[in-house]
Structure formats: structure tokens, C-alpha cells
Nanobody, 124 residues
Framework: VQLQASGGGLVQAGDSLKLTCTAS????????MGWFRQSPGKEREFVAY?????????TYADSVKGRFTISRDNAKKTAYLQMTSLKPEDTAVYYC?????????????????WGQGTLVTVSS
């Protein structure tokens, strides 16, 4: 599967933004989808994950829990990250990723494919 992330931009603190990850290839519905982010000088960190299994369970980093929502539309081969109440510390390049055969997305090493990243900048 190949991934392309989009939807980043410059927003003010408190604003909302929705990121989109569009996949090409087969069997999108068999992949768990994750979002990670990386700020300058920092390591890539986990943001959110949605399982491939029926029911599509979700997992969030504590720093975004209650503000971000991950979802997916298998018919459109697309995953989303709805971000609300954005803070300056959310500023980062956001990457979507796909893994197969796992039920968790906390470990970046489990992901087979990565999108190119989309920049989110939150001004104070």
C-alpha cells in the first residue's frame, strides 16, 4: 500500500484541522492505520491508531486524547485525523502509516508503509 498525507497548514491555537491519508493499492481494509508526528529536534512520536478489525478500535497518545479523533473509510481507502483545540505544542510534521498483522500501532517499527508527511503549524 502507498500512502499520501494531506491537510496540514497554519492555524491559530484553539482551531481545528483535519488531516487525510489516502491509500493506493490493495487490501486497505486489512491494514491498521496510524498517525505519528515529529517536531524539530525531537523523535517521531505516536499520535493515534485505528485497528483494521471490525469495530475499528482506536488508541491515542495521552497528549492528544480528547482533542484528536482518528477514523477511516475503507470504501475510500482513506484515514483521517480530526484535530481540535490545537495547541502550539502540536506543531509538527504529521505522518500517516499502515501496518498489517498487528493490533497495535505504538511501535513505529511495525509499520510497512509511510506517507510523506504534512506540516501542521499552530501559532499562539
Amino acid at each position: 500500500v502507498q500512502l499520501q498525507a494531506s491537510g496540514g497548514g497554519l492555524v491559530q491555537a484553539g482551531d481545528s484541522l483535519k488531516l487525510t491519508c489516502t491509500a493506493s493499492g490493495r487490501a486497505f481494509n486489512m491494514y491498521g492505520m496510524g498517525w505519528f508526528r515529529q517536531s524539530p529536534g525531537k523523535e517521531r512520536e505516536f499520535v493515534a491508531y485505528i485497528s483494521w478489525k471490525p469495530g475499528a478500535s482506536t488508541t491515542y497518545a495521552d497528549s492528544v486524547k480528547g482533542r484528536f479523533t482518528i477514523s477511516r473509510d475503507n470504501a475510500k481507502k482513506t484515514a483521517y485525523l480530526q484535530m481540535t483545540s490545537l495547541k502550539p505544542e502540536d506543531t509538527a510534521v504529521y505522518y500517516c502509516a499502515a501496518n498489517r498483522g498487528y493490533e497495535s500501532g505504538l511501535n513505529p517499527a511495525t509499520f510497512d508503509a509511510w506517507g510523506q508527511g504534512t506540516l501542521v503549524t499552530v501559532s499562539s
